[in-house]
């Protein structure tokens, strides 16, 4: 934004100083004045048969006076104009940082020294707004060309299909139209996920009463015949919890977890417990499943996007990638977080809470529902 120039606040500071200054003296002085007048009447013998009247005081007091005025001018102008620099320093530091900044550079920190002050805390606070925004432009990165590798994978393939359908009119054109199709649902559901995930980071959502427990059930019967298909047993119980938040994307969130923790588990023997349970001022959703062993390194990678975990992929239900990457942005855009942990006999821990809505809210008592296994 263009604006017209103007004093630097260097300069209104080195005013400020001097103008104090000066109208300090000028009041010791007036006071000192004062003092005369009222203790040296006009027509005092004074001493040594001298007798001075006010017109001789006046006389001799103000030259005085002004040669203190202008040095208490000067003195304020040099004194106020160091003394500013000095202060300003740190502002001037955090300027530069700001310009280094606004440059594409996010690296660059302030770290400024000394005892804890206002200018200190703008300066760690201005570090740590660029270390969050130099993560989070770096996995803005991540993620763009992740999604465009991801994206572009099925397109190919798409092309291929189409290059032999067109190459070889007597090809089997049932069987590279099953491909396509797959390959296209692959692509649409990857999308889709996109676009959900981007609207969960922006929190371009209506926040609406909710039952976290009514979308565990609306999940695990929506999940049901994937979880008959592959032999997995599902539990859920526990509390009403209550939430604030979009229906649409709570339901998302719980379906991503149910779904994670049925295609990731045992063949034929697996079981995926959920419960709900409410905390003074928290709710808590949690999603336990039988599995294979995982190192809490591994683990620690299963939130970013596209990644699926060393071994992970089923070859029936694969996935996008952006499961557990959508239900932390989720839980983010409510005031949550996600806490996943490895269970020591095989499989994962995945444990989201969700701020308590105020109670005039929503009215929701906390009364406990045990509901039978799906």
Aim: glycine share 8%.
């Amino acid at each position: 934004m263009d604006r017209a120039p103007g004093l630097s606040f260097r300069i209104k500071l080195t005013l400020s100083y001097a103008g104090f200054l000066m109208l300090a003296g000028a009041l010791l002085l007036a006071a000192v004045w004062m003092f005369l007048l009222r203790y040296v009447p006009d027509g005092w013998p004074g001493l040594l048969g001298i007798a001075p009247n006010r017109y001789l005081l006046l006389v001799t007091f103000a030259p005085a006076a002004a040669i203190v005025l202008v040095f208490l001018l000067v003195f304020g102008l040099v004194g106020g104009w160091i003394l500013a620099g000095r202060m300003l320093a740190p502002l001037t530091r955090i300027t530069d940082a700001t310009r280094v900044a606004g440059s594409g550079s996010l690296s660059h920190r302030i770290r400024l020294e000394g005892r804890r002050d206002e200018f200190r805390e703008l300066a760690d606070a201005f570090d740590a707004m660029l270390a969050r925004l130099e993560a989070h432009v770096a996995e803005h990165q991540r993620f763009a060309a992740n999604a465009s590798h991801e994206l572009r994978t099925p397109l190919a393939i798409s092309q291929s299909i189409l290059d032999v359908a067109r190459k070889d009119p007597k090809h089997d054109h049932g069987e590279l139209l099953a491909r396509l199709h797959a390959v296209n649902a692959r692509a649409i559901d990857l999308t889709e996920a996109l676009l959900l995930l981007s609207r969960a980071d922006q929190r371009s959502f209506t926040r609406e009463p909710a039952d976290l427990s009514l979308l565990v059930d609306e999940a695990a019967e929506t999940l049901l015949p994937l979880a008959e298909k592959r032999g997995v047993t599902i539990e859920t119980s526990g509390e009403i919890t209550a939430v604030l938040g979009s229906h649409t994307l709570l339901l998302q969130m719980t379906t991503n977890l149910v779904h994670n923790a049925i295609v990731h588990n045992l063949p034929g023997r697996g079981t995926v417990r959920v419960t709900t349970s409410v905390r003074p001022e928290t709710v808590v959703l949690t999603v336990e499943n039988s599995g294979e062993t995982l190192s809490p390194e591994l683990v620690a990678t299963f939130t970013e996007p596209f990644q699926r975990g060393t071994g992970r992929v089923c070859d029936d239900h694969p996935g996008v990638g952006l499961g557990l990457a959508i239900v932390k942005r989720i839980a983010q855009a409510h005031d949550g977080s996600l806490t996943i942990v490895p269970c020591p006999a095989g499989g994962l821990r995945v444990v989201v809470e969700l701020p308590t809505p105020p109670p005039n809210a929503v009215g929701w008592s906390g009364t406990e529902t045990a509901r039978a296994g799906v």
